[in-house]
């Protein structure tokens, strides 16, 4: 945090200026419904339709649940999210606020049109520095107040874009997000000793349920007896 700090004291004496989110970005588009558009789950689908349910944090985790578009539908969807490596997903309808970040060139899946694809311009600010942003109490509180609809909601992009964070300069944005993918990378060690222990005491107690209700049955002629 020294470090940091020194940035900070060196670069910004005077505070951090606020811009509204889409001076900082180059774009912000979002996926594609079937509606008449396309069908899900095809016989022909290869590949995923990812939904919030897949946004997890900073991954993106596809699981049997998946949704499947075959090739023409990803195609159709590509022409309109224009997917890109360093882009940030960002969940705008239903669970509003989910993210993850794009670590690989998008080749076999793309996005529906509830999650939002911000395109970060990189010589302003760090992708994964506005990662961390969108998941912060400050930014998410600006944000949520602005959410409309009933049942379903959704946080509309024009609001989105209006939001104001803080930007401090690059070198400080990739001090901070240094220092935050340490905390991530423990938190994910610490969930995976969790996950390997509850997977023993699982096991552990399988085994004496089946132990404790496994008896000694009395014979056929015991039984008549």
């Known amino acids: 945090m020294s470090k940091l700090n020194d940035l900070i ?84 309808t239903g669970t509003v606020g989910k993210t993850a970040i794009i670590k690989n060139k998008p080749t076999n899946w793309n996005i529906k049109e509830g999650v939002y694809v911000i395109k970060p311009n990189t010589k302003l600010i760090v992708p994964d520095y506005l990662l961390y942003l969108l998941s912060a109490t400050l930014i998410k509180d600006r944000y949520m107040c602005k959410i409309v609809g009933s049942p379903v909601v959704s946080l509309p992009m024009a609001q989105l874009k209006k939001i104001l964070i803080p930007l401090p300069p690059l070198l400080i944005q990739k001090e901070i997000v240094r220092i935050l993918d340490k905390f991530t990378m423990l938190e994910a060690e610490l969930e995976a000793e969790l996950e390997a222990e509850l997977d023993l005491r699982k096991k552990q107690y399988e085994y004496y349920r089946d132990k404790l209700l496994t008896f000694r049955l009395l014979s056929t002629s015991e039984n008549k007896k």
């Open 9 to 92: 004291l060196e670069l910004c004496p005077d505070g951090v200026e606020e811009k509204p989110l889409e001076e900082t970005i180059i774009s912000l588009k979002t996926g594609l419904n079937p509606r008449k558009n396309f069908q899900l789950n095809t016989t022909d689908a290869t590949n995923y339709y990812i939904t919030v349910r897949e946004l997890k944090g900073r991954t993106i985790k596809i699981t049997k649940k998946t949704d499947m578009v075959n090739d023409e539908a990803l195609n159709r969807i590509n022409n309109r999210s224009n997917l890109e490596v360093k882009d940030i997903l960002f969940s705008g």
